[in-house]
């Protein structure tokens, strides 16, 4: 009889069970695009020759009979290594995790750096933002507006993007499994039986002959 009870949970443990109906987990949220002209646009030229970057460069001034300033940054000469990241990089100031957050990396490439940037004035406050010659293809974070924190400025959108993908992460993010040690299945929580001192899922088969 025993032997018998005995064959009845081996089948039991070994049957091959019909798989759940599996729920996708749903799209990260997608990164907004942002242009750093728009985030030019309407703002008092005095922060050009204030900004980190913009003070530090030669600047040629022109005006128009219009009266419209003209402001042109040189960004000329050697070359430099440019780092293209997207959205995720860019914020890594802003870290949510202790490893901080760095999806999908940045690339680097070696570019000759022969670029204007071109600001139009009227009144003081910026009405148009053109970059001419030999320039990032990327809109580089470091050539926003700064805000008085000393940081470059952040769109509404870009806010929003970073509190869903927190939630994201914190909900769907994968966690590696770590092994749990054990001497006996009385150390293993959750149902499982400790083999070769780890838990591990044996089912009823590791119940009987893993005491």
């Not at 966690?175 to 039986?193: I, L, Y």
Request: aromatic share 10%; proline share 6%; charged share 25%.
């Amino acid at each position: 009889m025993k032997l018998f009870l005995l064959f009845v949970v081996f089948l039991s443990a070994c049957a091959v069970q019909k798989p759940k109906n599996l729920v996708k987990n749903p799209e990260p949220p997608s990164a907004p695009r942002v242009f750093n002209r728009d985030l030019w646009l309407k703002r008092h030229s005095d922060e050009l020759l204030l900004h980190p970057i913009y003070a530090s460069l030669p600047l040629e001034k022109r005006k128009t009979t219009t009266g419209i300033e003209v402001m042109a940054f040189n960004n000329a000469g050697g070359s430099v290594d440019n780092e293209i990241c997207n959205i995720n990089s860019y914020y890594s100031y802003d870290k949510y995790s202790s490893s901080g957050r760095n999806s999908g990396g940045c690339t680097n490439t070696r570019v000759e750096i022969s670029c204007n940037h071109v600001f139009y004035v009227k009144n003081n406050t910026i009405s148009d933002y053109k970059k001419v010659g030999q320039c990032f293809k990327d809109e580089r974070f470091d050539f926003r507006p700064y805000d008085e924190a000393g940081l470059p400025v952040m769109t509404k959108e870009e806010l929003i993007y970073i509190k869903e993908l927190k939630d994201y992460e914190e909900k769907y993010a994968v966690k590696p499994d770590v092994p749990q040690t054990c001497e006996r299945n009385a150390d293993c929580s959750g149902g499982m039986s400790c083999s070769g001192h780890i838990c591990k899922n044996l089912g009823l088969w590791g119940k009987i002959f893993n005491p």
